[in-house]
């Protein structure tokens, strides 16, 4: 066991845990935080995605005591009181779901995506390695979102609500 202290959605949280516990089993069973949800348990799905210190991270793939001390941002921390973050409304306007269980992961990771373009990190898909901060293609965003899969196969609208939000903010 093992005392470890997490930073999630800006609150302090202490828990004593098996070290062999992942960050996803840390959230959702040790401080009851279902958001965040387990699809495959293996790296495959991507239900499970969180940022960590700002970066995209399958929770069900790291172990919580590798991360003491780290900022973790879960579906439940998005939102600013009742006002939703841009790519849950964006989600919201598209119909960017139909049984919303890859939801929680599809937004975190898609906010992770964009802040990885505006970095200029490129992608399999990108051409023009100058454009990589430019607002994203369909390509570039199936692409780049290709580690979280839909079961309902909602990716129509998935793409168009984080085309919205990447032309905004472009
Ligand atoms: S539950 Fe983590 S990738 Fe599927
Ligand atoms: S909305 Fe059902 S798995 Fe994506």
């Known amino acids: 066991m093992s005392l470890v ?3 999630v959605n800006g609150e302090t949280k202490s828990l004593n845990i098996d070290t062999r516990t992942t960050l996803l089993d ?3 069973e040790g ?3 279902k ?8 790296g495959q799905c991507g239900a499970c995605t969180v940022l960590l210190e700002g970066r995209r991270i399958y929770a069900c793939l790291t172990l919580a005591v590798m991360h003491d001390g780290q900022e973790i941002t879960t579906i439940e921390g998005l939102a600013r009181g009742e006002e939703q973050h841009p790519m849950q409304a964006a989600f919201l306007k598209h ?3 139909q049984c919303g269980y890859c939801t929680p992961g599809q937004i975190c ?3 992770g995506m964009l802040a990885e373009a505006r970095m200029g990190m490129p992608s ?3 051409a023009d390695l100058m454009a990589a901060n430019a607002a994203l293609s369909d390509d570039e965003i199936r692409e780049r979102m290709s580690g979280n899969l839909c079961r309902c196969s909602a990716y129509p609208n998935i793409v168009a609500a984080i085309r919205d ?3 905004a903010a472009a």
Request: glycine content about 10%; hydrophobic content about 35%; some cysteine.
């Open 165 to 167: 939000v990447s032309r």
């Open 5 to 7: 202290t997490l930073r």
């Open 124 to 126: 399999h898909v990108t």
């Open 35 to 42: 958001g965040s949800k387990k699809g495959c348990d293996h």
């Open 26 to 28: 840390a959230l959702r």
């Open 95 to 97: 119909d960017g779901f």
């Open 31 to 33: 401080l009851a935080m």
């Open 109 to 111: 990771s898609s906010i």
